[in-house]
Antibody, heavy 125, light 110 residues
Framework: QIQLVQSGTEVKKPGASVKVSCKAS????????VTWVRQAPGQGLEWMGW????????NYAQKFQGRVTMTTDTSTSTAYMELRSLRSDDTAVYYC??????????????????WGQGTLVTVSS | QSVLTQPPSASGTPGQRDTISCSGS????????VNWYQQLPGTGPKLLIY???QRPSGVPDRFSGSKSGTSASLAISGLQSEDEADYYC???????????FGGGTKLTVL
């Protein structure tokens, strides 16, 4: 079946970096994008950006520009999200999700499915 | 403060019909498709509705979505206890050049 399996829990100190992995299986990895979304404790969902494994093109949320890098390794069907200069408010569960697209007449639409199980990143001194 | 506005909570009794609203603007819902995600307690989100009103395979037809202008709605008929979850709307925002989510609605089945 189609699934995304993420790396395990991380504990980092302020100022450090974290790199979360997301291994895809059950579909053609280069046919779909990979989106990253985070969720702070007790809070809602926040879109961080996405990457096309086909050509490496990325689109980052303005909030994370300069601090985040998304990459893929097509040989292992794995996507990575690195976040640098960590702060305490970066403490969150980080999710990857497969990004698919479709066309409805002239309109293009996108969806996220499935999602990984999430990776808890705790930033604390 | 989320770009899309949802009520923080909703409730209903088993068998009832409930509706969750999602309000946006011309740069997001007004010009792009809306998706809905369900997040059960302690789990990651799951796609519930895409392209305003389409259900992925496996999603019961008790769940339906609609959109009008800059607002969207998720309707759940025949409420069941397993529908207790957080529900999020999402859409692309042309001004922000990114996906925006609602703040989430916690549905309680009494």
């Amino acid at each position: 079946q189609i699934q995304l399996v993420q790396s395990g829990t991380e504990v980092k100190k302020p100022g450090a970096s974290v790199k979360v992995s997301c291994k895809a299986s059950g579909y053609s990895f280069t046919t779909y994008g990979v989106t990253w979304v985070r969720q702070a404790p007790g809070q809602g969902l926040e879109w961080m950006g996405w990457i096309s494994p086909y050509n490496g093109n990325t689109n980052y949320a303005q909030k994370f520009q300069g601090r985040v890098t998304m990459t893929t390794d097509t040989s292992t069907s794995t996507a990575y999200m690195e976040l640098r200069s960590l702060r305490s408010d970066d403490t969150a569960v980080y999710y990857c999700a497969r990004r698919g697209t479709g066309r409805d007449g002239y309109n293009l639409y996108a969806w996220l499915d499935p999602w990984g199980q999430g990776t808890l990143v705790t930033v604390s001194s | 403060q989320s770009v899309l506005t949802q009520p923080p909570s909703a409730s209903g009794t088993p068998g009832q019909r409930d509706t969750i609203s999602c309000s946006g603007s011309s740069s997001n819902i007004g010009s792009n498709a809306v998706n809905w995600y369900q997040q059960l307690p302690g789990t990651g989100p799951k796609l519930l509705i895409y392209n305003n009103n389409q259900r992925p395979s496996g999603v019961p037809d008790r769940f339906s979505g609609s959109k009008s202008g800059t607002s969207a709605s998720l309707a759940i008929s025949g409420l069941q206890s397993e529908d207790e979850a957080d529900y999020y709307c999402a859409a692309w925002d042309d001004s922000l050049n990114g996906v925006v989510f609602g703040g989430g609605t916690k549905l309680t089945v009494l």
